[in-house]
């Protein structure tokens, strides 16, 4: 069987009850300022974390410890990985290269946004709740053992 190829990488990270978003600089100026999970594409030969670990440290200068593999998801036709990671420290800056803003948000926020037609991929709301979803599974096993 055929590994899968990925477009990109990305990183939910959470804090509390808010999720980190960034609006990427684009190529394609829509119009509408979308807002979307940090991280970006790979170089060639790259594995996933590794990938991660570096679109982190260039967008935000962060670089989260541990990271939880959430799954792939499907954006115009491509394979995108997506991870969860928790993350106290304040992010107080970016690049401006390739960020147009950054911002804590509700699960609230983030699905108005997704109604509203203002997330990038429109993946987002349901990779948060499928993160949820296994930190509440973790959490369960944690408390049976």
């Excluded at 590994?3 to 990427?24: A, E, Q």
């Excluded at 593999?69 to 394979?79: C, M």
């Excluded at 804590?104 to 993160?131: M, Q, Y």
């Amino acid at each position: 069987m055929k590994k899968p190829k990925y477009k990109t990488v990305r990183c939910i990270l959470k804090h509390d009850d808010r999720y980190f978003l960034v609006m990427h600089q684009t190529r394609f100026f829509s119009g509408k300022k979308r807002w979307g999970f940090p991280g970006g594409r790979l170089e060639r030969g790259e594995a996933l974390i590794e990938a991660l670990a570096r679109e982190l440290r260039e967008e935000l200068y962060i670089a989260p410890q541990d990271y939880a593999e959430l799954g792939d998801y499907r954006y115009k036709g491509h394979n995108h990985r997506i991870y969860g990671a928790f993350y106290s420290e304040p992010i107080l800056k970016f690049n401006r290269s390739e960020i147009q803003g950054i911002g804590w948000h509700s699960l609230e926020d983030v699905r108005k946004f997704r109604d509203s037609g203002l997330l990038h991929t429109g993946v987002e709301f349901d990779a948060i709740k499928d993160f949820e979803s296994a930190i509440a599974r973790n959490l369960s096993s944690v408390g049976a053992a």
